[in-house]
Each structure stands twice: as structure tokens, then as C-alpha cells.
């Protein structure tokens, strides 16, 4: 593989495990103790480069944010128009919850339709500066999508494992751009064992959520926009659907990073991990006080996004649970759809389960008291609900009748 220069403010990986420095400019997985990698940057630096005002004068899109990012001057961005999603208040559920103000971060306006679209962005950017060719990835659907997508764009070939219970829109659109996709009978570590069993046969690079640096760094621009939306200041409370957690792991990076530059003050929100009932290790450990996940045993969500049993990043978002004095909510899947349907038909606002489930999560924990009547509240809708299944529209007129129109 041929060396690259990363941003000017890159210093180097750590890994997260140990804190051990490994070099920038090579292509990485894991660190050598077997632990997620993280870009570092010298952020007196980058603080002194740029400033609030020049990123609002940039188009409205991802890239604004270039200096929190790895890319070098010469990394080519392998780019589908990944724009500024906006941020949608629910009048209708702040008024039932009791909640002073709920803003809803629609990720579903992204290419792909999916929050994916901005960590593939950024990893497939670097994956083809470090002049790769092939990668792979297991995925829960959205990011098989997006590896597709931007791997087509960037001319690369893309092999990706998903369960074979995927949502059929999801499962049909990743093979529809162009990957070599299998449907595996089995979840989402099983697809990561096929994976990783055929690297060295396969030659491909394993894209497994944080088995590479580079996707975390492409979902801390949620986090960048959600300060700049919030005019540099921050909710009080996060809620974010959680399967790996690079979210969560990204986006606290980035709250750090601009607070060390200065350009947010105050407390950082607390951060929430929504998971369900029927695969929570994170909530599991969190509820425990522990710092490590367990692997979950027998699995019966049906919420994709979040049914991860055994996260490689499990301890790294249990970090951000305690360092922010967030917390784990773990959703029943009944509640989650009867959620979904009530958002959709009664603010117009067509939510994917995972984002029902932070909303779920919301109304427990506002009568749990952990969320309080006057705080700020962000919640994050992770694709557009047009990528899960929907119930049937059943009803139907034979235009050769008379309508009867007192049995509308």
C-alpha cells in the first residue's frame, strides 16, 4: 500500500486501548494490542487555523468541516453530496412528554438515506488514498448501503455480509450499487467472522465498524453540526440509537476537541445509549457499572440498527455513558413501532425504528426523572423510515361503484 500524507493537524493513532502512539500515514486496523485506533490532532493548531466564521461561510455540507477530519490536501473526497441534515422539532411530543424542547436530527436526508453515509465518506476517502481496491465490511444494512455507494464512486470493489433478515429495500439497494453482496444466515458477527476469515484469502480490507480509524472521524460532522445548529452550545441531552456506538464515540471526540479549541463552553450533554430489551449489552453493562460489555445471549429484537451482540467498541461508549453522566435505556420492540406510526401520522416526520426507539427511550426516561422538564433534548433518526418495512395500505374503491362516502 502507498503512504499518504493525512491533514496537516493529524499527529498520530493512539490506541485506545493502551494509549500507545502508532505512526499516521500508514494503513491501520486495530491497534497492536487488538483495541480500536484513534486520529489525534494537534488542536492548538488546528484551533489557530480556522474559526467559526470561515466554516459558516462554506457550503452546507459535511466537508465544512475539513480541518476536524483526517484528510490531507491531496486525498481526493469520494463524495455523493453528503449535506447538512436538519434539525425537526416535534411540537406534538414535547407537548405529550412534558419536555421543553424536542429536536429530532434527521440523518435520513443523507445520501443512502442513512447517518452511514458520512462515515463511509471519510473511510472509502482514505481506504483510495492508501490505494485500496478491495474492501469488505459485515453490516445491519444501512452500512453495506453506504459502502457500496461510495465504493462504486471511488472505483472500488465492495463485498458485504448482512443478516439474512435485513429489510428487503436495504438488502436490494446494496447489491443495486454494484457490491458483491451475500445474504448470511445468521447476525451481524457472523457476517464479521466471514469477513475477517477471508482477508488474507480475499485480499480485502476490513471495514468492520472501528476496526479502522477513519469512519469514527467521518461521524464526529454530526456532532460539529449539532454545535453549530445549536449556535456553538449543546443540548442537554443526547439520545442516539446503539448498535457498535461509533456515534457516541464520535461525536463525544468532537465535543472534546472543541472545547479544547474553545469554540463551545458550558457542560457537555449527557449522552444516551438506546438500545432493546432484546439485545442490550451496552444498557446491560452501564446498568451494572461495569466497564466492559458481556456478549448478549439470545437475541429476538427486530431493530436492525441496534441488535450488535458482542460491540468491539462496547467499553468505548460505556467511557462516554460515565464521562458525560448519560445513560443506557433499554426499548421494547411493540413500543418502538406504535412509536414510529404515531410520529409519522401525527407530525408528518417518517422516522426509522431506530430513531422511534430513542424517542420510546425519551418517554421512559422523562417519567423516570432523568430527563427533566426543562432540558434540551436531541434525538438522533439514523435513516429515513422509507428503508423499513411499512404496514400495508389495504384499502381500496372500484371506480365502476358508487362511493359511499359516509364509511370514509
Known amino acids: 500500500m502507498k503512504k499518504i500524507v493525512h491533514s496537516a493537524f493529524v499527529t498520530h493513532l493512539e490506541c485506545s486501548e493502551t494509549g500507545e502512539h502508532h505512526p499516521k500515514d500508514t494503513l491501520l486496523g486495530l ?11 494537534d488542536l492548538d493548531a488546528l484551533g489557530a487555523a480556522i474559526d467559526k466564521e470561515t466554516v459558516a461561510a462554506r457550503p452546507p455540507d459535511m466537508w465544512r468541516y475539513r480541518e476536524f477530519l483526517p484528510l490531507g490536501p491531496d486525498v481526493e473526497v469520494i463524495s455523493l453530496g453528503e449535506n447538512t441534515t436538519p434539525l425537526v422539532r416535534v411540537p406534538t411530543v414535547e407537548k405529550r412528554l412534558g419536555v421543553a424542547e424536542v429536536m429530532i436530527k434527521d440523518e435520513g436526508r ?26 469488505a465490511i459485515p453490516t445491519a444494512g444501512n452500512a453495506g448501503a453506504g459502502l457500496a455507494a461510495y465504493a462504486s464512486r471511488a472505483g472500488i470493489e465492495s463485498f458485504v455480509f448482512t443478516p439474512a433478515d435485513t429489510p428487503e429495500v436495504t438488502a436490494s439497494e446494496i447489491a443495486f450499487h454494484g457490491a458483491k453482496a451475500w445474504r448470511v444466515d445468521g447476525l451481524v458477527g457472523d457476517c464479521a467472522k466471514i469477513v475477517a476469515d477471508g482477508t488474507e484469502e480475499m485480499g480485502w480490507f476490513d471495514l468492520t465498524t472501528l476496526k ?21 452550545t449543546l443540548p442537554d441531552v443526547i439520545f442516539f440509537p446503539t448498535g457498535g456506538g461509533v456515534c457516541l464515540i464520535g ?31 451496552i444498557v446491560e453493562a452501564f446498568n451494572a457499572g461495569a466497564r466492559d460489555v458481556e456478549p448478549w445471549g439470545d437475541v429476538t429484537t427486530e431493530i436492525h440498527g441496534v441488535r450488535v451482540p458482542n460491540p468491539l467498541g462496547g467499553k468505548m461508549v460505556l467511557e462516554v455513558l460515565y464521562e458525560s453522566n448519560g445513560f443506557g435505556t433499554a426499548v421494547d420492540d411493540d413500543a418502538v413501532h406504535e412509536t414510529r406510526a404515531r410520529v409519522c401520522a401525527e407530525e408528518g416526520l417518517h422516522i426509522c425504528p431506530e430513531g422511534a426507539a430513542c424517542l420510546v427511550a425519551l418517554e421512559m426516561e422523562r417519567e423516570a426523572g432523568r430527563v427533566g422538564q426543562q432540558d ?4 438522533f433518526n439514523t435513516a429515513s423510515g422509507l428503508k ?14 358508487v362511493v359511499d362516502y359516509s364509511t370514509f
Not at 491497534?31 to 490532532?41: F, H, M, Q, T
Not at 445520501?111 to 481496491?133: E, I, W, Y
Open 212 to 232: 479502522e480509524p477513519y469512519r469514527v472521524e467521518g461521524k464526529k460532522t454530526m456532532g460539529l453540526e449539532l454545535a453549530e445548529q445549536y449556535g456553538w
Open 251 to 281: 461525536m463525544w471526540k468532537v465535543f472534546e476537541e472543541l472545547k479544547q479549541i474553545g469554540w463551545i463552553d458550558g457542560p457537555l450533554p449527557k449522552m444516551v445509549a438506546v438500545q432493546s430489551t432484546g439485545c442490550g449489552p
Open 110 to 135: 443523507l445520501p443512502t438515506g442513512s447517518f452511514k453515509g458520512r462515515g463511509m465518506a471519510t473511510a472509502v476517502s482514505m481506504a483510495k488514498a492508501f490505494g485500496v481496491k478491495r474492501i
Open 376 to 379: 434540551r433534548v436531541a434525538v
Open 388 to 401: 423499513s418495512p411499512m404496514p400495508p395500505m389495504t384499502r381500496g374503491l372500484d371506480k365502476d361503484q
Open 31 to 41: 491497534s497492536k494490542a487488538g483495541a480500536p485506533l484513534i486520529v489525534r490532532y
